[in-house]
C-alpha cells in the first residue's frame, strides 16, 4: 500500500507529487487545502518517499497501486492534483475510472510524449557514494557540479534521511528510476478522455506545456480551462503558492 499523509476532513483531494518528489513538497499547501474545508491526501507514489520500492515502474503499475489505495481509503468521488509525472498519473487515472473522479488539476505536464531529459540530474545522484558516509554538505558539494540550481538541489537534498545513524541515503529508488526514466515520458494514449471539469496550469516561464499543446490537451480534456502563473518555472506550486492555492481553490469550490 502507498504511503500517505491524511490532513483534514471534508470533500477528499488527493495530491501526486513529480519524478523524484515525495509528499512533503506539498505539506504547507496541504494544510491550507484542509483549512478550506478537504480531507487532503498526500500520497508518495511506488520507489519514491516513504512508500515500497519496486523493481518495476510506469504508468499502468502507478494507477493500479493509486486504485488500491481508494479502494482501501473508501475513495469514491475524489478531487485529482497532480505535478509533474504525478499529473501523468492523474491523466491516466482520471480518464481510465473518470467514475472516481470529479475534477482534475494538473500542474505544468501535458498528455504528450517527452523524450528522456533527467539525465543530469540522475548523473548528479548517482554520483554520491554513500558508502564514504558523506555528511549532507559533501552530498550537496557533489549534486552542485551537476545541478547548478540552487531549487533543483534543495528539492533533491529533501530526499535525504539517516538510514543508519551514520550513513545517510535517498529515500527514492535512485537504482530503478535511472533504469526505467524513459518511462516518465509516456504519452496519454489517444482513446483516453475525462469529460469532467479539469484545470491545467502551467509555468509561465516553463516549456513543457506550449501553446502548440493545447489542441491535444483539449482533444482528452474537453471540459478543460488552462491557466498559466507568470514569471514561474516547472515549480510552480512551490515558487508562487499563494497564487497557485487562489486559482485551485477557486476551480474546486
Known amino acids: 500500500m502507498l504511503y500517505s499523509k491524511i490532513e483534514g476532513t471534508g470533500k477528499p483531494l488527493v495530491i501526486l507529487h513529480g519524478?523524484?518528489?515525495?509528499?512533503?513538497?506539498?505539506?504547507?499547501?496541504?494544510?491550507?487545502?484542509?483549512?478550506?474545508?478537504?480531507?487532503?491526501?498526500?500520497?508518495?507514489?511506488?520507489?519514491?518517499?516513504?512508500?515500497?520500492?519496486?523493481?518495476e515502474f510506469d504508468y499502468d503499475l502507478m494507477v493500479r497501486d493509486f486504485l488500491d489505495y481508494c479502494e482501501n481509503h473508501n475513495l469514491e468521488k475524489i478531487a485529482l492534483l497532480g505535478h509533474s509525472m504525478g499529473g501523468k498519473v492523474a491523466m491516466f487515472f482520471a480518464t481510465t475510472y473518470s467514475e472516481k473522479v470529479e475534477k482534475l488539476i494538473v500542474a505544468d505536464i501535458g498528455p504528450k510524449y517527452y523524450p528522456p531529459h533527467h539525465q543530469t540530474i540522475l548523473e548528479g545522484l548517482n554520483a554520491v557514494d554513500f558508502s564514504k558516509k558523506p555528511s549532507r554538505n559533501q552530498?550537496?558539494?557533489?549534486?552542485?557540479?551537476?545541478?547548478?540550481?540552487?531549487g533543483t538541489r534543495q528539492f533533491l537534498m529533501k530526499n535525504l534521511y539517516w538510514k543508519t545513524p551514520e550513513e545517510l541515503a535517498f529515500r527514492f529508488n535512485l537504482e530503478v528510476l535511472t533504469k526505467k526514466v524513459s518511462q516518465i515520458g509516456a504519452p496519454l494514449p489517444d482513446n483516453l478522455i475525462f469529460n469532467k471539469p479539469t484545470l491545467f496550469i502551467r509555468g509561465g516561464n516553463s516549456n513543457y506545456i506550449l501553446d502548440d499543446d493545447f489542441p491535444l490537451i483539449i482533444s482528452h480534456f474537453p471540459n478543460i480551462s488552462i491557466k498559466t502563473i507568470p514569471e514561474v518555472g516547472h515549480w510552480l506550486h512551490a515558487e508562487k503558492p499563494k497564487e497557485f492555492l487562489e486559482l485551485t481553490l477557486d476551480f474546486l469550490k
Open 19 to 55: 519524478f523524484l518528489g515525495m509528499s512533503d513538497n506539498w505539506k504547507t499547501l496541504a494544510t491550507q487545502y484542509a483549512q478550506a474545508g478537504f480531507n487532503v491526501h498526500l500520497l508518495d507514489l511506488r520507489n519514491h518517499g516513504r512508500s515500497f520500492h519496486s523493481d
Open 139 to 150: 552530498v550537496e558539494e557533489i549534486l552542485t557540479t551537476y545541478i547548478p540550481d540552487f
